[in-house]
Protein backbone atom coordinates (compact mmCIF):
# COMPACT_ATOMS: atom_id res chain seq x y z
CA UNK A 1 0.00 0.00 0.00
CA UNK A 2 1.25 3.67 -1.29
CA UNK A 3 1.04 6.47 0.97
CA UNK A 4 -1.51 8.68 0.01
CA UNK A 5 0.41 11.96 -0.10
CA UNK A 6 2.30 10.32 -3.00
CA UNK A 7 -0.78 8.88 -4.91
CA UNK A 8 -2.35 12.70 -4.72
CA UNK A 9 1.29 14.72 -4.91
CA UNK A 10 2.16 17.71 -2.59
CA UNK A 11 -0.30 19.79 -1.16
CA UNK A 12 -3.11 17.46 -2.73
CA UNK A 13 -6.30 17.34 0.21
CA UNK A 14 -5.17 20.79 1.40
CA UNK A 15 -7.75 23.79 1.31
CA UNK A 16 -6.90 26.66 -0.05
CA UNK A 17 -5.60 28.42 2.63
CA UNK A 18 -2.70 26.05 2.71
CA UNK A 19 -3.37 23.85 5.25
CA UNK A 20 -5.28 20.58 6.39
CA UNK A 21 -7.89 22.47 8.12
CA UNK A 22 -9.32 24.22 4.28
CA UNK A 23 -9.52 27.88 3.57
CA UNK A 24 -9.48 30.48 6.34
CA UNK A 25 -12.11 32.54 7.60
CA UNK A 26 -11.69 36.11 7.79
CA UNK A 27 -11.78 37.20 11.31
CA UNK A 28 -14.65 39.08 12.10
CA UNK A 29 -13.82 41.97 14.86
CA UNK A 30 -17.11 42.35 17.00
CA UNK A 31 -17.02 45.81 18.22
CA UNK A 32 -16.13 46.45 21.48
CA UNK A 33 -18.99 47.07 24.32
CA UNK A 34 -16.37 49.14 26.20
CA UNK A 35 -13.10 51.52 25.76
CA UNK A 36 -10.61 50.44 28.39
CA UNK A 37 -7.74 52.37 30.25
CA UNK A 38 -4.60 50.57 32.42
CA UNK A 39 -4.75 53.87 35.22
CA UNK A 40 -1.98 51.81 37.42
CA UNK A 41 0.41 48.61 36.88
CA UNK A 42 2.28 47.31 39.38
CA UNK A 43 4.89 44.89 40.33
CA UNK A 44 4.20 43.63 44.15
CA UNK A 45 5.70 41.08 46.11
CA UNK A 46 4.63 38.87 48.52
CA UNK A 47 7.52 37.69 51.88
CA UNK A 48 7.09 33.97 52.37
CA UNK A 49 9.55 31.12 53.64
CA UNK A 50 10.69 30.34 50.30
CA UNK A 51 11.61 34.27 49.16
CA UNK A 52 10.05 36.92 47.76
CA UNK A 53 6.99 36.01 45.58
CA UNK A 54 6.18 38.47 42.21
CA UNK A 55 2.94 39.32 40.99
CA UNK A 56 1.35 42.47 38.89
CA UNK A 57 -1.60 44.26 40.21
CA UNK A 58 -3.64 46.40 37.59
CA UNK A 59 -5.92 49.11 37.43
CA UNK A 60 -8.34 49.48 34.69
CA UNK A 61 -11.13 51.67 34.11
CA UNK A 62 -13.78 51.11 32.17
CA UNK A 63 -16.24 52.94 30.06
CA UNK A 64 -18.87 53.24 26.88
CA UNK A 65 -18.53 57.11 26.42
CA UNK A 66 -22.30 57.05 27.20
CA UNK A 67 -22.42 57.31 30.80
CA UNK A 68 -21.41 54.14 31.67
CA UNK A 69 -18.22 53.49 33.59
CA UNK A 70 -16.48 51.00 36.28
CA UNK A 71 -13.29 50.30 37.69
CA UNK A 72 -11.32 46.77 38.64
CA UNK A 73 -8.43 46.63 40.78
CA UNK A 74 -6.67 42.51 40.35
CA UNK A 75 -3.40 40.88 40.78
CA UNK A 76 -2.47 37.74 38.41
CA UNK A 77 1.35 36.00 37.96
CA UNK A 78 1.14 37.82 34.70
CA UNK A 79 0.49 41.42 33.41
CA UNK A 80 -2.38 40.44 30.84
CA UNK A 81 -4.08 37.97 32.92
CA UNK A 82 -4.04 40.70 36.00
CA UNK A 83 -5.34 43.10 32.95
CA UNK A 84 -8.23 40.68 31.65
CA UNK A 85 -9.07 39.97 36.10
CA UNK A 86 -9.40 44.00 36.35
CA UNK A 87 -11.64 44.10 33.26
CA UNK A 88 -14.16 41.17 34.12
CA UNK A 89 -14.12 43.03 37.77
CA UNK A 90 -14.82 46.17 36.33
CA UNK A 91 -17.26 45.13 34.71
CA UNK A 92 -19.40 43.82 37.61
CA UNK A 93 -19.12 47.20 38.95
CA UNK A 94 -20.45 48.84 36.08
CA UNK A 95 -22.92 52.32 37.02
CA UNK A 96 -24.23 55.13 34.61
CA UNK A 97 -23.70 58.85 35.56
CA UNK A 98 -26.51 60.70 35.49
CA UNK A 99 -26.33 64.13 32.85
CA UNK A 100 -28.38 67.10 32.67
CA UNK A 101 -27.51 69.07 29.78
CA UNK A 102 -23.91 67.59 28.75
CA UNK A 103 -22.76 68.18 32.27
CA UNK A 104 -23.44 66.95 36.04
CA UNK A 105 -26.14 68.14 37.95
CA UNK A 106 -24.48 69.72 40.57
CA UNK A 107 -21.41 70.30 42.85
CA UNK A 108 -19.72 67.39 44.37
CA UNK A 109 -17.38 66.62 46.90
CA UNK A 110 -16.14 62.90 47.81
CA UNK A 111 -13.35 61.44 50.25
CA UNK A 112 -11.74 57.83 49.38
CA UNK A 113 -9.16 57.50 51.76
CA UNK A 114 -6.81 60.21 51.89
CA UNK A 115 -8.01 61.67 48.72
CA UNK A 116 -10.50 64.19 48.40
CA UNK A 117 -12.13 65.64 44.89
CA UNK A 118 -14.08 68.10 43.70
CA UNK A 119 -16.33 68.71 41.24
CA UNK A 120 -18.40 71.25 39.38
CA UNK A 121 -20.82 71.42 36.62
CA UNK A 122 -19.48 73.44 33.24
CA UNK A 123 -20.97 75.33 30.63
CA UNK A 124 -21.25 73.76 26.94
CA UNK A 125 -17.74 73.96 24.94
CA UNK A 126 -15.47 73.50 28.09
CA UNK A 127 -14.71 69.91 28.05
CA UNK A 128 -13.12 68.42 30.76
CA UNK A 129 -11.18 70.28 33.09
CA UNK A 130 -9.53 67.89 35.52
CA UNK A 131 -6.04 66.00 35.73
CA UNK A 132 -4.33 62.51 36.41
CA UNK A 133 -6.64 59.74 37.54
CA UNK A 134 -9.85 62.17 37.52
CA UNK A 135 -9.67 62.73 33.84
CA UNK A 136 -8.95 59.26 32.79
CA UNK A 137 -12.92 58.53 34.47
CA UNK A 138 -14.71 61.41 33.50
CA UNK A 139 -12.92 60.99 29.36
CA UNK A 140 -14.18 56.82 30.04
CA UNK A 141 -17.60 57.92 31.73
CA UNK A 142 -18.43 60.04 28.57
CA UNK A 143 -18.88 63.37 30.86
CA UNK A 144 -18.61 66.18 28.13
CA UNK A 145 -18.12 69.25 30.11
CA UNK A 146 -17.33 69.45 33.65
CA UNK A 147 -14.61 71.29 36.00
CA UNK A 148 -12.50 68.41 38.71
CA UNK A 149 -9.81 69.51 41.16
CA UNK A 150 -8.23 66.65 43.29
CA UNK A 151 -7.92 68.42 46.44
CA UNK A 152 -4.61 66.86 47.93
CA UNK A 153 -4.01 64.57 50.51
CA UNK A 154 -3.58 62.13 48.14
CA UNK A 155 -1.23 61.62 45.41
CA UNK A 156 -2.17 57.59 44.91
CA UNK A 157 -3.77 57.32 41.29
CA UNK A 158 -5.87 54.51 43.39
CA UNK A 159 -7.62 56.48 45.69
CA UNK A 160 -8.02 59.22 43.75
CA UNK A 161 -10.20 57.59 41.07
CA UNK A 162 -11.96 55.43 43.38
CA UNK A 163 -13.26 59.12 45.43
CA UNK A 164 -13.94 60.31 41.70
CA UNK A 165 -15.86 57.55 41.13
CA UNK A 166 -17.88 57.68 44.76
CA UNK A 167 -18.70 61.54 43.61
CA UNK A 168 -19.90 60.30 40.80
CA UNK A 169 -22.24 57.85 42.23
CA UNK A 170 -23.27 60.36 44.72
CA UNK A 171 -24.76 62.61 42.24
CA UNK A 172 -28.69 63.10 42.24
CA UNK A 173 -31.09 64.60 40.02
CA UNK A 174 -34.32 65.90 40.76
CA UNK A 175 -37.24 64.17 38.61
CA UNK A 176 -39.93 65.60 37.06
CA UNK A 177 -42.42 63.90 39.43
CA UNK A 178 -40.65 65.37 42.21
CA UNK A 179 -40.65 68.95 40.90
CA UNK A 180 -44.66 69.12 40.40
CA UNK A 181 -45.53 67.69 43.54
Known sequence: ?????????????????????????????????????????????????????????????????????????????????????????????????PLVKETIPHRVDAKFGAAVVMMKPAPAGTGVKAGGAMRVVLELAGVPNIVGKSLGGSKNKINNAKATIEALKSLRVKSIASVAA
Open 1 to 97: MQNTQQQRGPGAGRGAGGDRRGPRRPRIEEPKEFDQRILALDRVTRVTKGGKRMRFRATVIIGDHKARVGYGVAKAADVSAAVNKAVTQAKKRLFTV
